[in-house]
Structures are given as C-alpha cells and as structure tokens.
C-alpha cells in the first residue's frame, strides 16, 4: 500500500486496492486535500492519526438533471415549508454531519482535522453548503467540495422528514444551472439510489475530472 510522504503528490487512483484505498498517511494540509479531490481521491477514516485516502471502483455520481423526484416530494416542495440557502452556515452544516447518528455506525468519520480543513477550504472558496430551515432552525443540509463543473458531496443531515432530500434537490437544480456536469456521491448507498445516483466506473468518472 503507498504510504504518502511531506511530498505534495498522490499516486495513480487506478492503483488502488480492491477496497479502494489509494494510499495511507500525509497530512490534511488544504493544498493536499484539493489536489486529492481532483484526482479523484478523497479522505476517510476514524482517526486523524491513521489517514486514508480513497478511489473506489464503480463511482456513485448523481447527474443534475437526473435527479428523482418524487410525487410526495413534489407535494413538500410546493407546501414551502422549508427555507433553503447556499453557504449561510457552512460550519454548522458540517458540525450537524458529524454528530447525526446513522444505523449501523457507532462513531462518524467528520474528525476533528477534517472539519477544520473544509472550514478552510470554506474560507477559500472550494468547499460550499447547503442549509434546509424550518420556522428558523436549520433542520437539514449538505456540504461539499467544488471543482468546477463537479461537486463533491461528502456529508448531509437531516433533523426534520425530507430536510436532506430537500438539500439535494436545491443542489441538483442549482448545479444544472450552472451546467455542472455531476455531483460525486462516493459509496453507493439506496438512500443516494433512490434519488436518481448510478454507480459508473471509476475509469469514466475520472475522465469528468480531466
């Protein structure tokens, strides 16, 4: 397994294992971060002690203009009982992740060195939110980072019935307006299926990057 050094470089994504782990170590300096998102690369793990870095093969990616939504959700977009905004509460967003609680995981993978990395690349303009209020209270979200004419979900939450599936949807409507190309979701998951997400090669998923 490639072990990473202080040297700013990553190896070839095909190179990873068949989990999907390209490489182990470095650091989670913004620069390092940001070139592992555009080679396809990205950060997870449980500690800030034993970084790893991943490509999995196939892709999760959701295309904006593939977006599924439901007839029951096309009911709670209309009733407008939610509020969206884009990078009003960036950190809050990423704090909510880190804290829901998901079936079957005891801990989360947002560390503390990861959330102060995206707060950065925040700051810099590469990572941006989505927040869903309710009467005032931010009841769900997402966040990501952005490249360009892809963005990179990492994490959403929802406190309140559909707040998340609102997220993704203001997300898919504002990127295909835009005329970004996907949205990288990852891992498959059904909860990403059932919104219109499809697993592609990494091979393919690699050439929207370049």
């Known amino acids: 397994m490639y072990r990473l050094t202080d040297a700013l470089l990553f190896p070839s ?12 170590g470095g650091d989670l300096k913004p620069e390092r971060v940001m070139l592992a998102y555009r080679k396809g690369i990205f950060p997870w793990f449980e500690s800030d002690d034993f970084l790893l870095w991943w490509s999995p093969d196939p892709r999760m990616v959701l295309f904006p203009d593939k977006v599924k939504i439901s007839k029951s959700m096309r009911a709670v977009l209309r009733k407008k009982q939610f509020e969206v905004t884009f990078n009003k ?3 809050d967003v990423v704090e909510a992740c880190a ?25 810099q303009g590469d990572a941006h939110s ?5 009467e005032g209270i931010l009841v769900g979200g997402l966040y990501g980072i952005d490249l360009g004419t ?3 979900g990492e994490s959403m939450f929802s406190k309140a019935n559909n ?12 990127l295909k307006k835009n005329k970004y190309e996907l949205i990288d979701c990852q891992v498959p998951t059904q909860h990403l299926a059932s ?16």
């Open 150 to 152: 892809v963005f990179c």
């Open 13 to 24: 994504p095909e190179q990873a294992s068949d989990e999907g782990i390209v490489a182990v």
């Open 163 to 174: 707040a998340s599936k609102v997220a993704l949807i203001s997300l898919a409507k504002e």
């Open 130 to 134: 989505v927040e869903v209020w309710e």
């Open 89 to 91: 509460a960036f950190d």
């Open 99 to 123: 804290k829901v609680k998901r079936f079957g995981q005891n801990g989360t993978w947002i560390t503390p060195g990861l959330m102060e990395v995206y707060s950065t690349l925040h700051t």
């Open 195 to 210: 919104m219109g997400a499809e697993s592609i090669p990494r091979s393919e998923f690699l050439t929207y990057l370049t």
